[in-house]
Every structure is written in structure tokens, then in C-alpha cells.
């Protein structure tokens, strides 16, 4: 483990954050804020974790500007406006590196004669690349990776092991790919024909643009003809489902298990929760967010919030979802009118 | 790229269709009917996607007669029966050829001394091929694939990279399995034993038939004992869960990330919607559909048509999702008949 | 195929049930009660399926107390409390041995000269195996398997095929993971940044502790910092998402495709149906029953079953789903009160 000793102080330095407390308290790890120890810094984002204080071991604590009254002898408070960013750089001073990717090709490699290879780029044991494959400067490609032929692969990208890139896809800079993503397999497509289900040629290609991050066993499928195209900065979780034709607008997060059918369109920052479906052929406006779980069937306009299958507005799932109740509470108002009603109609007889 | 040049008269011979306007119209590619320009071939299989007839600029349109009227100087039509199948026809014929797979066995494969192997097999960089192998004419086992002991793969089957197929399973003629396909891991089953869980033998194998495709990722489990079987001609999108000793019909089709559950016997032309599931130990006739997300928890008769979760007819299906609506009528009938009965109470104390 | 005789005799004995029947009838394989045929052993484990004893040509059946009164001539009973457990042990004595893994480091497998390997560990074809990693006596390292540096695998362990374990995680002695799973790659964490989305580095590990099952495509996310904990004895089946930082109880049970979000805790014997869904940072607690494609968004007590989404009890869910019949019944009365009313108006102005 790498050593590593700040002091509160220092570290408020780096976030740009205000002490409260004492600046001389010692971290040398970080921690959960119910797991941390008086020797390690932790984070609170939020108000509403607040009660998480009093019983919280840690020494340093990174706080939103709404906590900074919480003082208290046992630890010190560092507020600032972005805890979780803040914290995320903190993290990596204290983390062990990940190991380092030894520049060069493997011997047990098998790369194609006529593949470009960028400077310092690592080709891992047992890799395939395949002819006409270029590879940008400082690019990682993992053990057991395969590259079809024609595959590009931007500069400073990491290909995980057992990562599978069909032939003539294209990945940008700064990607990581995760274990197991499959970039370029055929598009589902078949139409019924004279015998029986035919299938439809998948000609085009995968285009993933910089900065993308693709999950561990995702998929992303090739496009008809054409290109299924993610742009920048897209962040993608695992086992992710990716089909034909689809385009995914830039800073769009798609959480674990969510799944978008052929040629639907998201607009630039959306976020699918986990598990969540987009039908094929439909429009998702800039900024949508869908609940996890969620079956989003129509269009939806920029900055729609959907929830549930088929997905409706909160105010829509909310009718729905408060009906039980409401319905009880109506059945009985429906029992006492219909009390009243009887006595009217037992006084109309007398 | 293939560069083809085909008139509109040429290509209304191949799919058997009519000329609607200029058959020397030429083309050179295809696309998608909104980014279609003047040299490509596009396509518009339903007349609900008639307005887009306004605004592309496709040189050559594959229509339904049903959309034979809309003739235009800017275009020329071929119309035709099946416009899907025609289009999936042509687009073969402009598409670059997917890289060709060398017949041999690559150097770096590891390949059992005992197994058997047709003409013109193709086993790419890094596959491994375990002892009793058998593997059909024209096969092609893709780079870093494992074959298990025994394994069959027929005559014509593609296994795309990464692909593996566990001890004893069989694949039929002219499959194509994507990259990250497993056949062939155990089915789930564990039964408690005085010392917990203990697992339950998974001691039969898949039987996979001709002309099935398989999505990337996809993973069918060997059956407990006897098989796991996907009979010929079935479809599988990516990421789909089949368990053990389920029963798949011909010409089925699953769509990506549905799940189908323990000795679930499908029938012929069953589909699947994204993401559905179907429970272990029922059955679902031939024919049935079953739309995206639902869950199916109870056996389905031929033909029938299940949504929801638990699945229900289209029926009921409406009938639950226009509730909230229909509550807000019948509750504001009610106000309204409550005020009547107040006002009847009133002239009634008169 | 192995050829195996018992007698049910024999078979009673193992399994200490008693016979109803004759006890030298002969089986010499094992099905399932439908296919089941004369020279078969077949079982019978709840009293719901007792119709089957009608049709089935099984010439030996094992039976749950309840049935051991539906003798008959054409078949022998085995009457045992535990069916299901004591079927599993039987069916092992019919089975086909799976193929066994030779100890040794296969010579194509690249192997970091510092790696410490137990008694008789095989390595398979073109594995890869990195500096620092250890693995225990007796385990099994599959063709084309990634293990990242510093890897420890304990003993007995088996990783099937193209398995990939990051650096730095642990897997327990005596687990089974199956081809495509994926440990320890990065948790899916982002945190807007001054110019946009920043990853949030994933420092930890993933701990999977003794007798743990993963299941084809499962993955297992690295956490962000400390650990992502699987607890011995889970079993895990395909294609399941495990995020950063979970923590799942002993002997709990993952069905096909469900999905766990960061940090939630899950207690001991959980159990969580197909593509169910566990929202981030709640707690599950001890025994708790989530039916299939559920989406959990609270945390639960333990004991509770949980259905729907968002979950709730079994009495809420099935206030919700029988709210349509319901509601038709009320609509009726309702409009029965409602022409009660008209008449006691009508009444009124005579």
C-alpha cells in the first residue's frame, strides 16, 4: 500500500475549502463516512446524511456549506461547494496506483503485419489485432482484446482484457473500455421472407466519440447501414444494450442493465437509470432523466422527467401510483352516500 | 469501399417490383430515409411514414404500394410487396463485404490432436478447440473462442470472436454466435442440504439446431440433465438469458435482455419484446407475443398477446392503464351525485 | 456415456427414503417426469404436480411423503422428506463425469515469473496471468482467463473460460465462476466537473469470499474505495450486475439478470428473483424475498417479501393489481345509487 499522510489543512488547500477545526489533524486513507476511523477522511454531500456525524469515526470530514455548523471536537470539517468532486480528487492521493500498462507489443500478441501503431502503445499477451488497424499514441490494449480489421482506436485509450472491437469500428481518445464490451456485432434485424426469417445485412459501423466510458459486458451493436454513434462524454455503465442505429448525444450517463432499441436518438446529457428501456425509433430530448426500470415508449421532449412502464411524467405515475388509497378512501365516501340514500329513500315512504 | 452503380429500373428487376417515375435514376449506396441523399437508395415500408416523402432527399425509394401514389419529380419510386425484404436484399449488394475468414487453423490456436475437422474450417488467433471436437465444413471459430470437450459445430456456423461453448453442447449448421456468447455454463439450481446450499448437478448439455443467431453476450445454460434446446431458425438479440432445459420453438425471436427461466417451453414464431421475461415451468403457445419489459407468469395459449408485469391481455392491460382517468370521471360523478343527495336532504328537512 | 445400474433398492439406501413398490425395479439413467421412461429414475417434489404420476412412464420415482400413496404397479416410489436435495445426489451417480482440467500450466498460458501457484493448479491455453497474483491448491484457471496483478484465487476455486478477474481482487476457496464473468472492473462513478463529467477513481477491491457461484456474464464491480463483498456461499446465476461497494449476506440468492446499485447491503439468505432491482445505499435485510423484475427503492426489514414497482408488500401489491375489478364493481354501484337518486327525485317533484 502507498503511504500517504495529509493534513487537513493541506487538503482544504487542494479543494479550495474552508476549515473548521483544527487544520493540523492527520488523515492518511479515506473511508465511508460509517466505516472511516480518526485517521482517515470521509465526505458528507448532503444535508440529509447529517445524522451520519454524530456516530462517524472519521478524523477530516469534506462537507457541503450547509453542514459547516456541524463543528465538533472529534473531527475536522473541510466545506466546500463540491464535496463529490472534491473528494474524488482527494481519493486518488491516497489510492494505490492501478498497475501500469508496459508500452510495446507482447510477444504472444498476434498483430497484423500492416498495423499502425501510435507511440508507447501496449498491446497485451494473447491479443488479436487484425489487418488495417491503426492505433493512437499511448492507447492500451488489453490481454485477450480483439480488433477486427479496419478498427481505429484514438490515442490515450484503454481497452480492459477480453474486450471485442468488430471490424471497421472506431473508438476515439481517452475511452476506457471495460472487460467484456463488444463494440461492432451485428445489428438484430430479419424480415420475413419466401422460407422463413431473413436476415438483414448489418453494413455499417459503431463510431464512438472521446471520452467515453463503456461498462464491463456491455454491447453495442453496428448500424444497418450507417454508423450507431455515442459522442463525447458518454458514460455507460454495465451490461449496457446498445443497438443499430442508435445515437447517444454528449454527457448522457446510461446506468447498469438499461437498454435502448434500434435508431432512438438521445439528446445531449441524458440520464437512463438502471434497467431502464428506450424504444426503438423514438426521439429522447437534451437532458431527459428516466427513472431506473422505466419502459419509455414515446418520445420525450427536452428536460422530461419519465417514470415507469409505459413511462409518464411524476405527476402522471404519481395518480397512478397514490390510486390504491385514493380508491379506498372513495369506495367508503361511496358506502356513506349510499347509507344516506336509503334513509332519504326510507323517509320518501313514510 | 466497393463502389456499385445501380439504375432504379435495375434494381426494380431484383426485387420483382414497379417503377413509379425516372427509371435511369442511379445510385451508388444506401441510407436511412432522412439523411438519404440524391445517389442513395432508401426506403419506406408503411404508409404512417408517408411525410417523410417531403423532406428526404433520396434519389431511389423502395415503397409500399399503398404509397405507389406519391410520385414526385424529385425521386423516383420502386414499389413492391415487401419493402423490408427487398431493402435487405439490395443493401448486400452496396455494402463492402465483411472481411473474409482464411480457411486453416492459426498458428497460434490451440488445437486438440484428436479433433475433426471439414474443409475449409477456419479457427482464428488464440482459440482453443478441447479434445473430440467435430466441427462441420466452412465453419468458422473466431479468435480467443474455447471449444469445450466434444463440442459439434456445424457446417457454415460463424462463432465471432470470444465466443465459448462448454463440454459436449452442439450447434447446428449455419449459426452465427456473436462475440461474448456462452454456451453451455450451468444451469442455476441449488437445493438446501443440512449444511446449506447445495448445488445440483447440471449434467445435461444445449442443443442449439440450424440458422439460429445468437446476440452478443448472450448466455444459454446446459440443462440439469437431457437439454437445453434452441430449435433451428430462432433469433436472439443481445444479452438474453436462456436457463436450463428451457425449449425454444422455431423461427422465434427474443429480443435483447429478455430472460426466460427454467424448463420454460416456448412454441413456433414466439417473440419475445426487450427486456421481457418469462417464468420457469410454464409454457407459451406458438405465436405468441409478448411486448418489452413484461413479466409472463402464467402459461400463455397459442396466439395470445401478453404486456405488463404480471403480463395480462391488451384488455386488461388497458383497462388497468386508463384507471387513473376513469377514476377522476367516476370521482367527480360522485361529487356531483353526493351534492344532489344534500340538496334532496334539504328540501327533504324543508 | 457412462453406464450405470441401481436398483431402487439401492437408491432408497443412498438417499434414506423408504420404497413403495418393488424394490428391484432397475433404472439406469435420470429425466424429468415427462420424458421420463421405464429404465428411468425420475422425482416428484410437491404434491401439486401429483397428475403427472398419471402420464409418466418413469420406472423409479422419487416422492415427497404426501404421494406415497399414489402406488401403482406400473412404477416404484421412493418416499423421502428432502426430494429435491436427495435427487441431486442421485442424479451425480448417473451423470457423465464433466471433462477433467489437467494440473499443469499449459504451455501456451503467459504467466508472470513471480506467481505463486498451490498444488496442482491447472492453468488453461492462453490464459494470462499477471505479476504478484496467487493461487491456491487443486483450483482452475480456464483457457483464455485474465487474472489482473496481485490476484489471489483460493483453493479448489474454478474460473471456467474467459473469465476476467482485475488486479487486486480476492476469490474465496471452493467457487465456481462461469465464462464471461467480470471482477473488479471500475464502479461507475462521475461527479460534475468545471469542464464536465469527472471520473471518480474506484481504489478498492472486490472480496469474494468461500463457496460463492457467479453465473455466465455476471460482473462484479470494483469499489470506490474498501470493497465490494461478497459474503460465502452466495449464488449468483447469469448475467447479474453487482455495483461498487455492495455487501451481500451469506448464502443469499441472485436469479438471472437482476441488478444491485452501489453501496446497498443486502443480509444473509437474501433472496432476489429474475432481473429484480435494488436501488443504491439501502439495506436489505436478513431473508428477504424480492419477487422477479421487482425495483426496491427503500430498504426493507428483514423477513419481508417485496413485489412490484417501486416494491411493495404482498397486501399492497395485490390491493394494486386487483384495483381494476375493483374499480368496474364501484362504477356499477355507483351508477345503481346514482338512478336510486334520479327516482328519489323524481319522486320528490311529484
Not at 32 to 52: M, P, T
Not at 164 to 190: N, Q, S
Not at 303 to 316: F, K, M, Y
Amino acid at each position: 500500500m502507498k503511504q500517504v499522510t495529509l493534513t487537513a489543512g493541506q487538503i482544504a488547500e487542494m479543494v479550495k475549502g474552508t476549515i473548521v477545526g483544527n487544520p493540523d489533524r492527520v488523515v492518511n486513507s479515506v473511508a465511508g463516512i460509517r466505516e472511516a476511523k480518526e485517521d482517515q477522511l470521509s465526505f458528507i454531500g448532503n444535508k440529509r446524511y447529517e445524522h451520519q456525524l454524530e456516530t462517524t469515526g472519521a478524523g477530516v470530514i469534506l462537507v457541503c456549506p450547509d453542514l459547516a455548523s456541524a463543528a465538533n471536537d472529534k473531527y475536522t470539517l473541510i466545506v466546500t461547494e463540491h464535496v463529490d468532486y472534491a473528494f474524488a480528487k482527494v481519493v486518488a492521493l491516497f489510492a494505490e496506483e492501478p498497475p501500469a500498462f508496459e508500452p510495446g507489443v507482447h510477444p504472444s500478441a498476434v498483430v497484423a503485419a500492416d498495423v499502425k501503431l501510435g507511440q508507447g502503445v501496449s498491446i497485451g499477451a494473447n491479443a488479436v489485432v487484425e489487418s488495417g488497424v491503426e492505433i493512437g499514441d499511448g492507447a492500451v490494449i488489453g490481454a485477450g482484446c480483439y480488433l477486427g480489421h479496419r478498427v481505429k482506436i484514438g490515442a490515450g485509450t484503454i481497452l480492459y482484457p477480453n474486450v471485442t472491437v468488430m471490424y471497421r469500428c472506431t473508438i476515439g481518445r481517452k475511452c476506457i473500455l471495460h472487460p467484456g464490451v463488444v463494440i461492432g456485432a451485428d445489428g438484430f434485424g430479419f424480415v420475413p421472407g419466401p422460407q422463413g426469417l431473413v436476415k438483414v445485412p448489418q453494413t455499417g459501423v459503431v463510431q464512438i466519440d472521446d471520452d467515453v466510458e463503456l461498462g464491463a459486458n456491455t454491447t453495442v451493436d453496428r448500424a444497418r447501414f450507417g454508423r450507431t454513434w455515442i459522442k463525447s462524454n458518454v458514460k455507460v455503465d454495465d451490461q449496457v444494450m446498445i443497438a443499430h442505429n442508435v445515437v447517444i448525444g454528449e454527457s448522457s450517463i446510461l446506468v447498469a442493465q438499461c437498454g435502448i432499441a434500434g435508431s432512438a436518438e438521445l439528446g445531449r446529457g441524458v440520464v437512463l437509470g438502471a434497467k431502464a428501456g428506450i424504444n426503438g425509433h423514438i426521439t429522447i430530448g437534451d437532458g431527459v432523466q428516466v427513472a431506473g426500470t422505466s419502459g419509455v415508449v414515446k418520445s420525450l421532449p427536452a428536460g422530461a422527467i419519465a417514470l415507469g412502464t409505459p413511462a409518464e411524467s411524476q405527476r402522471e405515475f404519481m395518480a397512478r401510483h397514490t390510486l390504491p388509497s385514493r380508491f379506498e378512501k372513495l369506495q367508503k365516501k361511496f358506502e356513506a352516500l349510499k347509507a344516506e340514500v336509503e334513509a332519504l329513500k326510507k323517509n320518501g315512504e313514510k
